[in-house]
């Protein structure tokens, strides 16, 4: 399994927080814009982290 394909078991929003390191604000705008999603209590992490990544990459381009 690749880190594209990472999943975690998250019992609430501090959990994936945790996970991705970023605030849970930004967790509930990522699941609001479908980039994460669960499957119960088990989420496919690896498309937030490219989301993230991608977005500090670009948010240190326009400063």
């Known amino acids: 399994m690749n880190a594209r394909n990472t999943i975690v078991l998250a019992m609430d929003q501090d959990d994936l927080s945790e996970a991705l390191g ?9 699941q609001n814009d479908g980039v994460l999603e669960s499957q119960g209590q088990l989420w496919e992490i690896g498309p937030a982290r490219d989301y993230l990544r991608d977005a500090a990459w670009a948010d240190s381009l326009w400063h």
Do not use: D, F, I, P
Request: charged share 10%; glycine share 0%; net charge negative.
């Open 22 to 30: 970023c605030s849970s604000e930004a967790v509930q705008s990522m």
